[in-house]
């Protein structure tokens, strides 16, 4: 008899050991004026809300010096939400979603304005059934406020009488080694690792988190998961537009801590870690640590800069007021990352961010080794590409032979476009998913500290030298705005074994010999 259609695929020890969802829980969004909470943060908890996603009850209560009213802020916080065909259903769900909101203006630093704010949370909870009440704090704040507001938090609003705390910190988390140790030890002394998620959004996107059951659920991938099979790895990382008005923060950080240190190296480190003995948070994050303890600090040698000047009457990134004039901040970057254990030894892992390129686009490009010669000739490799952003996609590009009397091969690709097989899911932006994970108590998907430990020490050598720490700032080569990036790319990714199947000597007219 088949089996049921619904006992198939599931995957017991990804849905089991969760501390769930508690009622009467209040969501706490700090930064509620700024960019991410408006774009993001607050749009992904209206997601969870219509879904029924949310804790019974759950209030929602923003938090920043910008002096707002209730009207303001539920303005601000729903603006951001897509509606564009005026469905009504969105539009009810919209309006109940307000009655979930408020908001409380205060500082930073001081003592007083969190003491204010907790007798907000304490009047909310007046109101709840039970006693016990649960607060999430979530810091979609600049990292500069980080350390007195999660003193501060603990001091003022800690629940002491029954129920959770827990709090969710944005990246960057440092600016290098040294920066890092002292933020992350900072909060340590108020809040424990349990209570406390470190977020890196890619972590929660849908082709991320379908990397491990890509690798483990499948025996045919995981035979060929190897430096016995794979040339080389490309993890990109494309956006269309400049810093635009984010000038002031991104010149203090760069490409490299804004992307390439914390997004990239987390899908690189979900994309070569060991199997898991299982899918409980501390198994993932420990073969993570194993994984990035293989890897040695980055070679300046290893690394092309770039920065994009003004082209097609777009504006260079010097030529944006937040960016302090003749920056040689890169916005670009390439960089080679190599693992020393037994499954990698040799394989490059080149990771590549850029603002300012000619698409949007971030993917995972795994080129095989090429096929023994003798029958064949010249024969394009295999790749593996595995399309994170936009139009999620996992694509194979195979070998076969041209239909009809002719004796070639040709590349061709075996497609799983998402948009065209899964034609009615819809799939959950990566804050909603990661917000859940933490109403949930699940770290999986969080970043813990001896992780960010071992990052940050393969980058920081690298980032020294790019802020000229030991000698001059090494300056990065231009590229137009709107191009592939700069033209030594070409050249770094080929010196790095990467083979296009449309190279004049590696794709000639004649390529099966024996055919
Ligand atoms: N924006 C994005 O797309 C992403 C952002 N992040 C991270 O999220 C966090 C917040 O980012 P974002 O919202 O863009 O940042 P914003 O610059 O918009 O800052 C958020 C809020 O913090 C307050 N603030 C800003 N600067 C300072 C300061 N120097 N001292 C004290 N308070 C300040 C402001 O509120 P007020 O003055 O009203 O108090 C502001 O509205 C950062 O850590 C960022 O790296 C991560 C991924 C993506
Ligand atoms: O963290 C960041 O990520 C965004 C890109 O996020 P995405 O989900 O749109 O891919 C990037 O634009 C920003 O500079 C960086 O801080």
């Not at 469905?87 to 009655?99: G, L, R, Y």
Request: proline share 6%.
């Amino acid at each position: 008899m088949p089996r049921e259609r619904s006992m198939s695929g599931t995957i017991p020890s990804m849905e089991t050991a969760h501390d769930d969802l508690k009622d009467n829980t209040i969501i706490i969004v700090f930064g509620a004026s700024g960019d991410l909470a408006k774009k993001k943060t607050l749009p992904a908890l209206f997601g969870l809300f219509r879904q029924n996603f949310l804790p019974k009850d759950t209030k929602i209560v923003g938090y920043a010096r910008t002096k707002m009213d209730k009207a303001d802020f539920d303005k601000r916080a729903t603006g951001y939400i897509k509606n564009p065909d005026d469905n009504p259903e969105i539009s009810n769900a919209i309006d109940a979603f307000k009655q979930t909101l408020s908001y409380v203006a205060g500082g930073y630093e001081d003592g007083e304005s969190f003491i204010k704010l907790n007798e907000h949370l304490e009047e909310i909870e007046s109101r709840y059934q039970s006693k016990e009440c649960n607060r999430i704090f979530y810091l979609a704040l600049p990292p500069s406020v980080f350390i007195p507001v999660s003193q501060n938090i603990k001091e003022h609003c800690y629940v002491t009488k029954g129920g959770v705390n827990r709090i969710i910190i944005e990246k960057p988390f440092g600016k290098d080694l040294d920066s890092a140790r002292h933020l992350l030890g900072s909060v340590k002394q108020w809040w424990t690792e349990d209570e406390t998620f470190r977020i890196d959004h890619y972590l929660g996107k849908e082709m991320v988190k379908n990397l491990l059951v890509l690798r483990f659920a499948n025996i045919a991938l995981g035979a060929a998961w190897d430096k016995n099979h794979i040339s080389n790895v490309q993890i990109t990382f494309k956006e269309p537009f400049g810093t635009e008005g984010r000038g002031g923060y991104f010149d203090e950080f760069g490409i490299i801590r804004d992307v390439l240190q914390n997004h990239l190296l987390q899908v690189l480190t979900i994309l070569t870690m060991e199997r898991p003995v299982s899918f409980a948070a501390e198994d993932i994050r420990d073969e993570k640590v194993k994984v990035l303890r293989s890897i040695p600090p980055i070679e300046k040698e290893d690394t092309l800069l770039g920065q994009y000047v003004s082209a097609n009457g777009k504006p260079g990134y010097l030529d944006d007021d937040t960016v302090p004039p003749n920056s040689i901040c890169p916005t670009f970057a390439a960089t080679t990352l190599w693992i020393h254990n037994p499954r990698w030894e040799g394989v490059p892992f080149i990771l590549k961010a850029g603002k300012a390129l000619n698409e949007a686009k971030v993917e995972v490009r795994i080129q095989f080794k090429d096929v023994t010669q003798g029958i064949f000739k010249d024969i394009a490799r295999n790749e593996l590409v595995i399309r994170i952003q936009p139009s999620e996609a996992v694509y194979m590009k195979l070998n076969t032979k041209t239909p009809g009397l002719y004796t070639r091969a040709i590349p061709t690709e075996m497609d799983l476009t998402y948009k065209r097989r899964f034609t009615e899911a819809k799939i959950p932006e990566a804050y909603e998913s990661l917000i859940l994970d933490a109403l949930r108590g699940d770290h999986s998907n969080f970043v813990r500290h001896d992780e960010l430990d071992y990052a940050w020490k393969i980058f920081t050598p690298i980032l020294h030298w790019v802020d000229g720490q030991n000698g001059p700032r090494p300056k990065p080569a231009p590229y137009p705005y709107g191009s592939r990036g700069p033209k030594e790319l070409e050249e770094y990714i080929r010196k790095r074994g990467y083979r296009r199947a449309d190279d004049a000597y590696f794709w000639p007219v004649t390529n099966m010999a024996s055919l």
